[in-house]
């Protein structure tokens, strides 16, 4: 055998390797014989402080069962002589008294090979050492926001499929890619039938060309949209729904994603239809003879009792200051402590001066233009305490004449604050 042109200190050599290796004696108490300056650094103790002592005394355990896998370990390779490779352990090392003592908790990977001698007999058993504490780390954390992100979408699909409104998405190009199962139970169609632009052949004859108008306009633009169309009923009864969709924009201000929401209005639509064509009678039957007098009269106590009856809220203001002469249940409902007949809306609702209310209808009583809200913000103290609660609301002011002459207005309104608050909720569980 050649000899080496130059000495070569093997020592120097293992201990200079750029992999953390640590050499330990064969026997069972897996004696430290040496290591590498890389694993020194890993194992924070010194080389002096390991070598020569029992591997578990050198690097104490704070964990018995990760002891137990490495010891394992050890006996393969001294009962196969055949490298054994861990799995991932937590191990936690010992800081030194510098750097603030305690546990510093680590994470490794491990493979422990045999070194025979020319006879076969086990000479030194090789660790070689990963430390893959931050690897694991980065490896939890991508688990824990897919776990997050798991749950977000679980509730956000959550929140889609109980809403009490018919609930669904469009791609950024105008095409439906979800409904809720509230609309599936409505039209009485399948998710297959209905997405895409399957949805339209449940719209009546009569709307499909406006409803399609305006989604194209709104889609173009990027602007909200609200309007209220018929749709078929599973029953294949058509029946009037008032529907709002928004976009969502990424930070680029582009459109992602459309949301869209809509609710059965028909029963509303048709008792507020049928109140507008009795008021606007009403005022024609008043300028008729003393028959003509009594029919009104027969009329007006059909239309109290429809009011008292009807789930809207109506009410009947007297007058430029807009004193109260009527109020159905349910508008007095709002107000169960507070007495409202008799009083002007100035006396009996403080609270909505400063919101506009009474410039509102100042403004229908002079102008005769009757007024529409959608979805009006309201802040009301409805116990008379002093607190306020928002709400909101549709609601109608609409001038009414007697003998050709003002004599005050009508009100008609609906209570669609639960229906704003579930779109409120929607829009930001989707953001």
């Not at 949301?259 to 029963?267: E, L, S, Y």
Request: charged content about 25%.
């Amino acid at each position: 055998m050649p000899v080496p042109a130059f000495p070569v200190n093997y020592q120097k050599l293992f201990h200079s390797l750029p992999d953390s290796f640590l050499l330990i004696a064969p026997d069972e108490a897996a004696t430290i014989v040496d290591n590498t300056n890389s694993h020194v650094g890993v194992s924070m103790k010194s080389r002096e402080e390991a070598v020569g002592k029992p591997f578990f005394e050198a690097y104490p355990s704070s964990d018995e069962e990760s002891a137990n896998i490495i010891r394992e370990s050890h006996e393969h390779v001294r009962r196969h002589h055949q490298p054994h490779t861990m799995p991932l352990i937590r191990y936690d090392l010992e800081r030194p008294t510098e750097q603030g003592g305690g546990l510093e908790e680590r994470y490794w990977e491990a493979t422990h090979y045999p070194v025979l001698d020319e006879n076969g007999t086990l000479e030194f058993i090789l660790q070689r050492t990963q430390d893959v504490t931050e690897r694991h780390r980065a490896e939890q954390l991508r688990l824990q926001v897919q776990r997050e992100l798991a749950e977000q979408q679980e509730r956000t699909r959550f929140i889609l499929e109980s809403l009490p409104v018919m609930v669904w998405t469009n791609l950024p190009t105008g095409e439906t890619d979800y409904f809720n199962p509230r609309w599936l139970e409505f039209t009485g169609r399948s998710l297959a039938e209905s997405i895409g632009l399957g949805w339209v052949a449940d719209i009546h004859p009569d709307d499909v060309a406006a409803t399609t108008h305006l989604w194209d306009q709104a889609r173009a633009q990027g602007s909200e949209l609200q309007l209220e169309y018929r749709l078929r009923r599973h029953d294949g009864h058509y029946r009037w729904v008032l529907v709002r969709a928004v976009p969502r924009r990424n930070a680029e201000g582009e459109v992602t994603m459309w949301v869209g929401c809509g609710t059965d209005i028909h029963d509303q639509k048709l008792m507020v239809q049928e109140l507008l064509e009795q008021n606007e009678q009403q005022a024609l039957l008043s300028d008729q003879a003393y028959q003509a007098f009594q029919e009104v009269q027969r009329q007006r106590e059909t239309f109290f009792n429809l009011f008292m009856q009807t789930p809207a809220l109506i009410c009947i203001l007297r007058g430029p200051e807009h004193r109260f002469e009527f109020v159905n249940p349910p508008y007095q409902r709002l107000f169960p402590n507070r007495q409202l007949v008799g009083q002007t809306v100035a006396e009996a609702l403080p609270e909505v001066i400063d919101q506009g209310f009474l410039n509102l209808l100042d403004g229908v009583y002079s102008t005769g233009q009757t007024f529409v809200g959608n979805e009006v913000q309201i802040d009301l103290d409805h116990d008379g305490n002093g607190r306020l609660q928002r709400s909101y609301l549709n609601f109608t002011y609409q001038l009414f004449e007697e003998q050709g002459q003002k004599a005050g207005i009508t009100v008609f309104a609906y209570d669609v604050t639960s229906l704003v608050q579930a779109r409120q909720a929607l829009e930001n569980a989707g953001r």
